[in-house]
């Protein structure tokens, strides 16, 4: 089917459509409404014949000329660049001229058919030999005129149109073998020589995830060597070349088993490489000149060109000949065969371009000529696999018949089934029609898998040496083919062991239920304080997280550009409910939020570090008395971690003027505050020492100063006692920052104490949290083990300038937070639970099992599950038919369920049912009637209602 490709105003072009008519079939129209397309006008019938334009090619000389396929990408570009009115675009009496222009060569895209269209590469030869055609006909002498009036403008545009074409198409045609992995698929063919043949011997294992995924996990390269793995899987020769020692007998071979075994290595990046430049390329063929003095219509002569600059297509002509070299020189190297591709000495961009063009021409040769000569060797070796096996199969055969043709004394003469009865016997020639049906499948199914029904190659390998066509010739139909097998290959999950991305972790139902326990306790205290739920993307804009973490912002997933807004994922909460607040005229808000952030940290999995977890965090915001939304944040937080079974707890607090004031005394140039503020952050993960070396020697700070800040940082404890010693001392002398933050300070140790929570609170001058939107009071609670601190599970402070950066200028937020790291409280949470019951976090999920005494009772057991449900009485029964009762009983055992209900033939007709303690083992007949209520008078507590009723308690 003809594929029609528009071209015209408001209209971009991909490299898909280019190629499609520039390289096969398709067809050029022009795109527009009726009053801006060339109204009735057809070149076609009006002006030019196909009969012309093919007696005008033939008189031009061939010599330099581009191929058809460059010639025809050349005129499309131009035609586009025309008819989006880019020269004299603004001059309306020229615009018909214009899409007339772009008719006329449309039209000469369409006519020429074979290989007859070939223009030079030249700009000025180009648009000469194209005069020509087009003068070849004479109604088309309005349209020459026109042309000849801006031809520089043309010529100037051509200078770029020509070698964009060019790598464009180039590059889209070996983006067909790279992007979809085909060429990796076709190399796999070079493996499997490569195993079998003893000289080469090569290793299979250096194609295996863990030297692609773990050790070196550069996406190309992992892609590739899953397409390599799924196509040598079941190979004879991978298993066996497992154990077998390298042999390689000469240089020679040594190259080519080198080779072979990195392919991934320089297949992917080369992939990688081509897929960049083609967004690059589609982009830059979207993009036109535009006209200077167009608007002097009395003389258009004077009107110019304003050109666009070619350092884009000269880069781009550069990385992609350079991965067209690479991957040249592999398949070369791979066949045994020289592996100089070419000259590299181009100077123009044009001439770099169609360098580039002929080694994609020489590469798709080179690998069609590689995988006639993989297909051959194959399918030789499985032609004299199969005549091995047969030879062994007719020896079995002819050894099986003599031994049949003996005549057995025993039975001799007698019927086999003497004695048997009617059913006996066709019950034994039932079985026997079945083997022999097994047996025939099985030999049909080998006979159908090619080559005599044997394979010794990979499966992946054999179903593309069928797909190829004899000459190797790689056409877009058969890369498509190739792709779809490599597809269902993949999709096999065959291609590597399944694995979750790092630093993320699955829940298993027992664990989801730890976590509900967490959340429904967090949610309490958060509502509890009269605070609203709000929600906000997972993903923000880049600019809107970027520079508010400090060192920290590199953590920060950027998402995929994909032609859009720059994206990144939400690193924490905070950020996003300043962007909110800013975009919400919300005023004064007391808020909570759940949801997960991500960070691209180092995880440590066993202390409940991941890259992606939740934040449940909690902030007030707007206008309060000093430090009183300070104080409730603090309250906030010691509530839920004594509320969560997670131990003993400490929550240490500082400010950030107190801190700055600590570098400022001591001698710390303003512009590394943050920095060494970092460093100082790190104080309880490492000795003094070790974050005074890394002040001086990493983050260039004078000694001197380092000990000056060392006598401060080492200092923390009781609250009231540190604020006594710090006041009585004058350690900070009538520095302004110093005493507003210690008037901070013991007002919210007042509040704090007025509220019963200054015990959990320890004065913690080393505390620095490394975020820079910080502006007053931080604090971060740990998880104590004695005097030891294991972790931290939360933190937050004051942020007062952050919701400003969104604003406008001169209006100030100021805010307050605290957030919770859930996911080390699960891990708490799990350790304990594990302690408690033995190595087991097994809870029961529903507090009744719906069981039968006897068959065919699932009604009855869906009525009383339902009579349960509707009481809000977590229960479920078995969906099994008819389940064994004893396997029932020991399945709610298993599960720690607390009650059974029974019900057999008999309860059922009298409307009862029987009732199992498990754990007090005790069993009792109940009305149905009265179900619920014995269950409720048992302790069986309604769904939802678990924390009330423990209040009640």
């Known amino acids: 089917m003809t594929r029609t490709v528009l071209i015209g105003k408001s209209r971009r072009i991909t490299l898909e459509e280019l190629e499609a008519v520039a390289a096969q079939d398709g067809k050029l129209e022009i795109h527009g409404s009726a009053d801006e397309t060339c109204g009735s006008f057809d070149p076609a019938q009006e002006m030019m014949s196909t009969d012309s334009i093919e007696a005008a090619l033939q008189d031009l000389s061939v010599e330099d000329n581009m191929s058809t396929a460059n010639t025809k990408s050349a005129l499309i570009l131009l035609a586009n660049f025309i008819a989006q009115n880019r020269i004299m675009g603004g001059i309306p009496d020229k615009r018909q001229l214009n899409l007339s ?59 770029r149109i020509i070698p964009l074409s060019i790598i464009a198409l180039s590059t889209y045609q070996i983006g067909c073998l790279t992007k979809s992995t085909v060429i990796d698929a076709l190399a796999a063919l070079s493996i499997e020589r490569g195993m079998a043949l003893e000289n080469i011997n090569v290793d299979p294992s250096l194609f295996q995830d863990s030297n692609y995924d773990l ?20 190979s004879k020769f991978a298993e066996q070349n497992k154990t077998i020692e390298s042999n390689v007998s000469s240089t020679r071979s040594a190259i080519i088993k080198a080779s072979i075994e990195s392919i991934p290595a320089y297949h992917g990046p080369a992939a990688d490489v081509i897929a960049t430049s083609l967004k690059i390329l589609e982009l830059e063929c979207n993009c036109f000149e535009s006209m200077e003095n167009s608007n002097k219509h009395d003389n258009v002569t004077k009107a110019s060109l304003a050109k666009m600059n070619p350092t884009i297509i000269s880069m781009t002509c550069q990385t992609v000949e350079n991965a067209v070299r690479i991957l040249l020189e592999g398949c070369l190297t791979r066949m045994g065969e020289s592996t100089d591709p070419g000259d590299k000495s181009s100077t123009s961009i044009t001439n770099l371009a169609l360098d580039t063009s002929n080694m994609v021409t020489k590469l798709y040769e080179s690998i069609g000529k590689e995988a006639v000569f993989n297909r051959a060797f194959i399918l030789d070796q499985n032609k004299i696999a199969a005549e091995v096996i047969k030879k062994k199969a007719d020896e079995k055969a002819a050894k099986a018949a003599a031994h049949n043709s ?29 083997k022999e049906a097994k047996a025939a499948k099985k030999k049909k199914a080998k ?12 499966a992946g390998s054999l179903a593309i040496v069928n797909s190829l066509n004899i000459d190797g010739s790689l056409t877009s139909a058969k890369i498509a083919e190739i792709e779809e097998i490599i597809g269902k290959l993949l999709s096999g999950g065959v291609q590597r062991k399944p694995k979750i991305a790092k630093g993320t972790r699955d829940y298993l139902p027992e664990q989801m239920m730890i976590r509900d326990q967490a959340f429904q ?13 709000i929600d906000t993307p997972v993903f923000e804009l880049k600019d809107t997280l970027t520079g508010k973490y400090g060192e ?23 950020v996003p409910f300043a962007r909110f607040l800013s975009l919400n005229a919300v005023g004064n808000i007391k808020r909570f939020h759940i949801g997960k952030v991500y960070r691209r940290d180092q995880p440590q999995l066993s202390k409940g570090r991941y890259r992606e977890f939740y934040q449940c965090d909690f902030d007030i915001a707007g206008t309060y008395g000093r430090m009183v939304p300070d104080a409730e944040c603090l309250c906030v937080a010691t509530e839920i971690l004594s509320s969560l079974p997670i131990g003993n707890f400490g929550i240490k607090l ?15 140039p303003a512009d590394k505050f943050r920095t060494i503020c970092s460093a100082v952050d790190k104080l309880d993960k490492e000795p003094w020492s070790e974050v005074k070396r890394e002040m001086v020697e990493d983050k260039g700070l004078a000694e001197d100063v380092a000990d000056k800040i060392g006598v401060f940082v080492v200092q923390k404890g009781e609250p009231w006692t540190m604020y006594k010693s710090l006041m009585e001392n004058a350690v900070f002398g009538k520095h302004k920052g110093a005493l507003d933050a210690l008037e901070d300070l013991r007002t919210v140790f007042e509040y704090l104490e007025a509220m019963g929570k200054l015990q959990y609170i320890s004065f913690d001058l080393s505390l620095a949290r490394g975020l820079d939107y910080y502006t007053g009071i931080i604090y971060e609670a740990v998880c104590m083990n004695g005097n030891t601190q294991v972790g931290s599970i939360g933190g937050g402070g004051r942020y007062d300038n952050l919701v400003s950066m969104f604003q406008e200028a001169g209006k100030v937020t100021p805010c307050v937070g605290v957030s919770i790291g859930i996911e080390r409280v699960f891990t708490l949470m799990e350790e304990r639970l594990r302690q408690e019951q033995g190595g087991s976090i097994k809870q029961p999920n529903v507090n009744v099992l719906v069981a039968q005494a006897g068959e065919n009772m699932m009604v009855e057991r869906m009525k009383l599950s339902k009579l349960l449900w509707d009481a809000k009485i977590s229960a479920e029964f078995n969906q099994q038919e008819n389940p064994k009762l004893k396997y029932e009983i020991a399945n709610a055992l298993e599960r720690e369920i607390p009650f059974m209900v029974v019900i057999g033939e008999d309860e059922a007709k009298e409307m009862k049912c029987n009732i199992k303690d498990l754990k007090a083992r005790t069993e009792e007949t109940v009305n149905q009637s009265e179900l619920v209520a014995t269950l409720r008078s048992k302790g069986v507590i309604p769904v939802g209602c678990e924390f009330a009723a423990e209040m009640m308690k």
Request: net charge positive; charged share 25%.
């Open 101 to 159: 222009c772009t008719a006329v060569i449309a039209h000469i895209v369409n006519s020429c058919s074979g290989s007859s269209l070939k223009l030079p590469s030249s700009s000025d030869a180009f648009f000469f030999k194209l005069m020509k055609i087009i003068s070849s006909s004479p109604s088309c002498t309005p349209i020459v005129n026109h042309l000849n009036s801006i031809s520089k403008l043309v010529v100037s545009a051509l200078d």
């Open 215 to 234: 050790k070196r996990p550069h996406r190309g390269m992992m892609a590739s060597a899953s397409v390599l793995r799924v196509c040598i899987q079941s």
């Open 406 to 434: 003996k005549p057995d004394a025993a039975t001799s003469g007698k019927d086999e089934f003497e004695g048997m009865t009617e059913a006996q016997k066709k019950k034994i020639l039932k079985k026997r029609a079945e």
């Open 447 to 458: 006979s159908s898998s090619g080559a005599g029904g044997v394979s010794i190659f990979g």
């Open 521 to 533: 306790i967090i949610r309490r205290v958060f509502k509890s304080h009269g605070a609203v739920e």
């Open 552 to 574: 920290d912002s590199k953590l920060i997933y950027d998402l995929a550009d994909q032609g859009g807004e720059l994206l990144a994922l939400r690193y924490d909460l905070t």
């Open 654 to 668: 500082n400010h950030r003027r107190l801190l700055d004031a600590i570098l400022d005394l001591s001698g710390v």
